[in-house]
């Protein structure tokens, strides 16, 4: 079982920055991959980033490259989402995700696990 907590989320006016953090809790093996994804009302799930445990490869989303990366703290047990030079449209719920099996793909896949989200707002 995986149990994934986010923080960080909250109001910004566009160009600043904000951090989330998501806490990976498991009962026994860690997840593979780890990575993060939002949904804005009347939109499609997009997913953004993701990072392997074992090597720290990430994939980023061409939608956000340049604006947001991936970090992980394996002593902590956290991934975080840094996320600057933020826009209206970074407007979201934005979820912590991840599955043990990971691929090339994952940012366009379901993940098996899921956090509850924090929300982003950006305004003009």
Known sequence: ???LVESGG???QAGGSLRL???VSVDDY???CVGWFRQ???REREGLATIVSGNG???IADSVKGRF???RDNAKGTVDLHMTDLKPEDTAMYYCAADYVCSGTWLTGSPD???LGTQVSVSS
């Open 1 to 3: 079982q995986v149990q």
């Open 10 to 12: 909250g109001s910004v």
């Open 21 to 23: 953090s998501c806490v």
């Open 30 to 32: 860690s997840p593979n």
């Open 40 to 42: 804005a009302p009347g």
């Open 57 to 59: 490869y990430t994939i």
């Open 69 to 71: 990366t991936i970090s």
């Open 113 to 115: 696990y899921r956090g």
